[in-house]
């Protein structure tokens, strides 16, 4: 199995990347022959989306090549994917939704009405989040709430299938 790992947080020792690694030991252990690829979404170097909508009838990014159209690669070898975000105003982090936004052609295609079309039909993702608001005001407030379900729509519009959530709650005590 193949499982592709997307660290959204900037931070390389932080809850997300702690968060991540537990859960990535416990698949480890329940699949055989897995390879894990951890990819820091900080440390890639891409552009934004220029939302040209060429890419979705060309099924490929026409702008210059970058870290995106490697890890486009990534995405479509992957079995299973986990993404792991910190909390920003209820949403996922920037750079990680920039990434998204550019790799929409490997994530889905669209039918000739223009109905998205997932591309990963049968793959599994996990969802890791790290919020500082304490629970339970992390998910009535709309913070983890918000993050886990901007990710979850990139991922089922995508054909994967959400087996897990994780979300760490109020961190600024947690250090």
């Not at 990819?39 to 040209?52: A, H, R, V, Y």
């Not at 550019?102 to 039918?111: A, F, H, N």
């Not at 039909?121 to 989040?129: E, F, L, Q, S, Y």
């Not at 790290?130 to 998910?139: E, I, L, Q, R």
């Amino acid at each position: 199995m193949n499982i592709l790992v997307l660290n959204g947080s900037p931070r390389k020792n932080g809850n997300v990347v702690k968060a991540l690694k537990a859960e990535t030991e416990k698949i480890q252990k329940e699949y055989e022959n897995t390879q894990i690829i951890w990819k820091d979404i900080s440390d890639l170097n891409f552009d934004f989306c220029k939302g040209c909508m060429a890419c979705r009838s060309k099924m490929n990014c026409i702008l210059p090549a970058d870290d995106a159209h490697k890890l486009a690669e990534e995405i479509k070898n992957c079995d299973m994917l986990i993404a792991g975000t910190p909390v920003y105003w209820g949403n996922m982090n920037g750079k990680l939704k920039a990434l998204f936004d550019r790799l929409v052609y490997v994530l889905m295609k669209e039918s000739k009405s223009g109905i998205p079309l997932p591309l990963h039909k049968g793959k599994k993702a996990v969802i890791v989040t790290s919020c500082t608001t304490p629970f339970p005001f992390n998910y009535l407030c709309g913070q983890s709430g918000g993050a886990v379900r901007a990710v979850k729509e990139v991922l089922k519009s995508s054909g994967f299938k959400i087996i897990k959530t994780k979300n760490i709650s109020n961190t600024k005590k947690r250090g």
